[in-house]
């Protein structure tokens, strides 16, 4: 019987050198480490000699052949982690001649020595060959490495595909023979898009779909049963390749419930705080955009494997920051993948063996399965299609911006859930980016009519750019570059008290981003929370603002990075100034008050409600306000991933709550 959370470990041997060994070292992991399935490498990384030949595959499989006939004699089941598809990078290797795949190649017409078309049909046949003789096997899961994208393939710049048989496509489509250096000046021109965009995105969402095809069918046609897992890396990056989330993983699902291994933000260590918003705006924002009833495994992998890499604690807070995501399980990645074998000395089994509890009796509560509440942060999967580049010089531009908000509201301690659906009511929208030019006028105005909505500098300037600034009560705006001397810091207005002072401050230089100097219209009823002012103490702009009553304007935007935050917005001032300003609308949800990175995720289930936290900081949460929307009924409980934690009723609808630093608690609400 597996247990409700799974551990899949993915497990390296190099067979021949340290198979016998590895075998008698995986057995004792998977005892001491409660793991549930384990996930062979095949010609993986450092050992990996190109698209290897069905003899080689030979050797992997009489390795898989024999773990899966001891795994599952322990009730462990086994899964295949085949590493190549497409192929990561050329790593100083070549396709030889008994490979004639097509080469992919980059939009400067560099071409790759190993990494292959997608779309070359004698490719396809050939790793659909590989997937089944897989499918032979007794095996879970399938799985497809992340190397099964267009971009990232090293020394290729950007990434692919601009071979002659792919500009062929795009000449046929455009109905003229294209250059590749106008095809992607189409691409990505500044401005309204080309119709090459569309080209380009179309054809590239076609390759992969029909690469996914291959494999699937492949599959299919040996077993019917055995499900076919998708690893994936940015979301941003994988919008530049056109990528249909639904579509790909449904056509590798192949009749079975997809699966999909989300990538998880820190190959090496870093500030859980830090981590924790490129969690939100990676992970959560690509588990948003899976087909309903995904299973999903994030990936937990600590390259390049040791605990100078990682520590044990860092990937235990991992796995309970990783929760409301509603996971099937984990993947583990902990260990060279040279042939090395397993290390007992990094001890990785008893953390992992003594944090499973909590994460199964996490699952068994249901909660994570529950409707998400908080701030819907609206985001689309076709925004690589409409956004407006500002240059034009590189695919980076096609990266989509608008999960802005899904970074900044969790780290200033305000619950948030990523919708794709415009066409809602009665909620708090938080709205970034250029994602408004993915809907109608009619959908965009009854977007307004019917929700709060929080915008971001460039999501202000796409509503007016569509002509709609109305909504908002703006007549026009204008940039203020960061560091152009019109504002150095924003400050509190008059008769408002945050932080225990009057006129707070809080820094906007250097590390801070681009702001929006906001002409309101004179009709418009305006409530200014913050104004901006340069280093002579002179107000050059209106700053975090309410208009009539329901729209909110924070003005920062063009963002360079989008998986972090310019660290500067962060700010215990700007926590609280954005929490009133949201409660003045009349956002309804429940907000961690003072203690930094201490991250609400809240669920609603038929019979509770319910707030996870998981403190991101290196410090304790002591006394931390919970203020919730709801009154708070007697039966009030909590589940917590250490000693120490603890949750006080407090008069009102607020909870006062202990949590050690890189902890997690569950809190239920009867309602
Ligand atoms: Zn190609």
Known sequence: MKDSFQYIFRFCCDPGFNDVRETEALMRLCEEAKIDDVCVFANVEELNTGHMTYEEQEIWLRLMRSLAKRLSRKGISLSVNQWHSVMHADLGKALPARQPFRRMVDPFGNEAKLCICPLCAEWQRYIGGLYARYAALDASILWVEDDFRLHNHDPLIWGGCFCDEHMRLYSRKAGKTLSREEFVSGVLRPGQPHPYRKIWLDTARDTMLSAAQAIADAVRQVNPAVKIGLMSSVPQIHAAEGRDWRALLSTLAAGQPPVCRVHLPAYQEMAPGSYLTRFHTVSMLCASLLPEGTEIYPELENYPYSLLSKSRRFTRFQLLSALPMNLRGMTLDLYDLNGNGIVEADGYEAMLRQTKPFLNRMQKTGAFRGKRLGVRVLVSPRSSYTLHTSKGQSMEELYPQDAFFGGLLPALGIPFAYTTDPDMANETVAVAGQVLRNYTEEQIESLFRKNRVLLNGDAAETLLDLGLGRLAGIRSLRWMPQNGGEYTYEESLPGTEYRGREHVRASAVISASDAVCVDYAPEAEMREFTSFFDSFRRRTAPGQTLANGRVMIFPFGHMEDVMALPPMLLSAA???????????????????????????????????????????????????????PWAIKKSLSWDASAAGAQVEMRIGQRLNVFLPSMEAMLIRLEK
């Not at 201490?598 to 290196?618: H, K, M």
């Open 574 to 628: 700007r926590q609280e100034i954005l929490q009133d300003m949201l409660l003045c609308a009349g956002a309804a949800v429940p907000m961690t008050e003072s203690a930094p990175y201490l991250i609400p995720y809240c669920f609603e289930t038929a019979d509770a409600r319910w707030v996870y936290l998981v403190n991101g900081s290196l410090d304790d949460a002591e006394n931390a306000p919970l203020r919730l």
